[in-house]
């Protein structure tokens, strides 16, 4: 195993706190910013947090939105992530743009006109491991988790499958989120006893009106690639296994 080291916004129609659903006297709780930008890029990257349970009810106050963001179709780009977490599990991670000026989670896209200060947050410790075998991985999230000190700790990959591969596929729809729940239902169908996610269909350049190009990814287990013939995969790049890598962020 290697270690390698590493004004509140307020919308003035904004009426619905994103962290409603949180009670943050129950203790536990941590807020933590991180850049977009590669750890590596040191002199771009970022991460800030606050466990101060004060202070993490007036970001609640703060983040609310109410209006449904413009929609920018591959425009957007993430400036950073705001990740609510407790006891270092990350219960909810939301993306916000500055150039779309939006502030996005699985539930949807928000306008988000202004930016947080982040005068009232702390630097995080940030640590990048890198791990000889899955199980070594795998064994280290459990004895990890127990540790106060904790803020954060990626969701890897390898945590729940191996790798991942890719398909090209054709479609008359531009709806990447049908797309999505055909093929799941399809690949679920032909192999019933594998389990899989599809985690991302890329529009390709060269898509017309009448026929849409995707790169659509699949992360499983190798058993998964081995027998998968439904369509055909990408030769030149074939199976993927997971860098064991995990990143995580501590109070000091």
Known sequence: MLLMGGCFCCLVYAQNSLLDKYDFSEGGYSLVIVSSNHPSKREFFF?????????????????????EAASYRCACFEDYSISICRYGNILEQFSVS????????????????????????????HRRIIFDSRNEALDYLKLV?????LLMMD??????????????????????????????????????????EITDVQTLFGSTNLTYHYLVYVTCNKKLFDVFNLYPKRERVGWKYYDLLLDTYWTH
Do not use: M
């Open 47 to 67: 991460s800030y947090y606050t466990n101060d349970i004060a202070v993490l009810n007036e970001y609640k106050v703060q983040l609310v939105v109410e209006k």
């Open 98 to 125: 500055t150039n779309c000026k939006s502030i996005t989670s699985l539930k949807g896209s928000h306008a988000f006109i202004s930016f947080l200060d982040f005068n009232r947050l702390q630097n995080t410790s």
């Open 145 to 149: 988790s127990r540790d106060t000190n």
């Open 155 to 196: 969701q890897p990959p390898w945590q729940k499958f191996e790798g991942e591969f890719s398909f090209p596929y054709e479609h008359t729809s531009y709806d990447t989120e049908l797309i999505r729940a055909e093929l799941q239902k399809e690949i679920s169908s032909a192999y019933p006893h594998e389990l899989f």
